[in-house]
């Protein structure tokens, strides 16, 4: 199976040089030429395997130019029970609210607590084979913009894995305090962690920016390494994503939730687009899917882009208690257009010029008939998800963090507008104790904040019993490693610096 960039067609790259590179040379993201299909047949023989069993099927089907050991080694290191806490790294939870059925798909049981874990416990084992396979003797240097979560779940993944170096910017003020002090305590010989003053786009347009200048590449290449991205933006972080549905789906259908090929709504909380697209991948190739309901908090630019087709990031950022979907720019969106528009490369690139150029762009009447079709979009503010912990918790005894509040909420939201029963499964993206300050004022609001977020913590905990992951308990006595603070036009300087290559 081959690739290409959505902006150029005519750059065509192997699954391990796209996993290798990270981003095409033309700023396009690397996109599959084709869907591998599941018919009925081969969804059903997915039942009868585990987690590892389904991940390795279907990461087969898309790196062929990795052997089946290759694939088995990085499967089998990445989803042990140790890391994940059980056999199953992805395990469903099932609870009511109201007369609805909620089905949430547990994807935080990972060493950071977030579901980037699902990614990133996996992405160094495929770009070290990536890069024997297409760079052979570079190391890799990993630059992750991150608005809270991806940096500390890239930093887990890459720490100390040899011909690898990272470095994290996040945004100064955008990110909670247990997500600061998670990757300011990282530990690791090849790692380093800065704050920007700016928000998460700053972040994410900067390492963007680095990473596309022709006089960075060459340096780097004059000292044997290349650049690569952990960030969803590249290929080996979103491939692992559609393995949880096709999963979910199975143990769905194995306990006597829904009957095989029965189609089901999948709900996403989402900030940069590629967890909502890993479903519609998974659709693409035959996972009978219906809807894909995609939640936003106050940043809500997706929801108007699905209801309008116009998307219009020149609008108020809000920093909100679901940060890491603070985003006004989501990049994987760019891979869903260039799908839509029948493989345009023309259409995708003149779309994200325009995005750069005026922070806005309108698809064509063909494209939002489709984005209508299977998209719904809705979203809710900080009041709202606080509600939505509040009442499922009261109601349930379920505690969910506030990502999956937004995605619970706009849940409720569609089956009211729309009377759609279809049996839903919510993606559930981080534990509440990533988040405890919003959580604890949200379950106990009279309640006083305790000083410290550990503090918080085990207030949490005293009043939901439920129990705290042992990463987060952890990190209480961890020092801190990394103080720097750096200004957005100097982030260009620090990775310099930070390799020794200025
Ligand atoms: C990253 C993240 C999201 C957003 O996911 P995208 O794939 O960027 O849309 C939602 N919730 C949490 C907790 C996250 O860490």
């Not at 990972?110 to 874990?117: L, N, Q, S, V």
């Amino acid at each position: 199976m081959l690739y290409n960039s959505t902006q150029n067609k005519n750059e065509v790259v192997s699954s391990a040089q796209a996993i290798a590179q990270g981003i095409s040379k033309d700023g396009g993201l690397f996109v599959p030429q084709e869907f591998p299909q599941y018919d009925e047949a081969a969804l059903k023989l997915f039942l009868n395997t585990d987690y590892k069993g389904r991940a390795k099927k279907i990461f087969a089907d898309f790196l062929s130019d990795f052997t089946e050991e290759e694939i088995n080694d990085c499967v089998e290191k990445a989803y042990t029970a140790q890391k994940f806490g059980g056999e199953n790294p992805a395990p469903l939870a099932f609870c009511n609210l109201d007369d609805k059925a909620l089905n949430i798909l547990e994807l935080w049981h990972g060493p950071t607590c977030a579901f980037k874990d699902m990614a990133l416990q996996i992405l160094p084992h495929l770009l070290t084979k990536s890069l024997k396979k297409t760079y052979d003797g570079k190391d890799a240097v990993i630059l992750v913009a991150t608005s809270g979560d991806t940096g500390k779940a890239a930093l887990e993944g890459f720490k100390d894995v040899d011909h690898t170096k990272i470095i994290v910017f996040y945004p100064v003020n955008g990110v909670s305090p247990m997500q600061k002090h998670q990757m300011d305590s990282q530990e690791g010989q090849n790692v380093k962690v800065c704050a920007i003053e700016g928000n998460f786009d700053d972040a994410q347009t900067g390492v963007k920016r680095i990473f596309t200048t022709p006089e960075i590449a060459k340096k780097l290449e004059d000292n044997n390494m290349l650049f690569s991205s952990a960030n969803s933006i590249n290929w080996g972080r979103l491939l692992p994503q559609i393995v949880y549905y096709v999963s979910a789906y199975c143990d769905m259908v194995n306990e006597g939730k829904i009957n095989f090929g029965e189609k089901i709504n999948v709900v996403v909380p989402t900030g940069n687009f590629g967890n909502i697209l890993a479903s519609y991948y998974a659709s693409l190739m035959g996972l009978p899917i219906n809807k894909l309901i995609c939640a936003s908090n106050s940043n809500n630019v997706l929801t108007d882009f699905i209801r309008t087709g116009v998307y219009d990031k020149n609008r108020h950022f809000y920093t909100t208690m679901s940060p890491s979907m603070d985003i006004l720019v989501s990049s994987n969106l760019e891979r869903l257009l260039y799908k839509l528009s029948g493989n345009s490369d023309a259409f995708t690139k003149e779309w994200m010029t325009s995005l750069k150029t005026t922070g806005k762009y309108e698809v064509t009447d063909e494209v939002k008939a489709v984005i209508k079709d299977k998209f719904f979009g809705g979203f809710c503010d900080d009041e709202q998800t606080q509600a939505t912990i509040n009442k499922l918790f009261k109601e349930n005894g379920y505690l969910c963090d506030t990502h999956t509040a937004v995605a619970v909420n706009v849940y409720e939201q569609y089956v009211n507008e729309t009377g759609d029963k279809t049996p839903a499964v919510i993606a559930s993206t981080a534990s509440p104790y990533k988040f405890s300050r919003s959580v604890l004022q949200a379950v106990a609001p009279e309640t006083e904040l305790p000083n410290t977020e550990f503090d918080t913590v085990d207030k949490l905990n005293e009043i939901t019993k439920m129990p705290v992951p042992a990463p987060l308990a952890g990190l209480k006595d961890k020092k801190v490693r990394f103080t720097d603070v750096t200004e957005v036009d100097k982030m260009q300087n620090y990775v310099l610096s930070a390799l020794g290559i200025e």
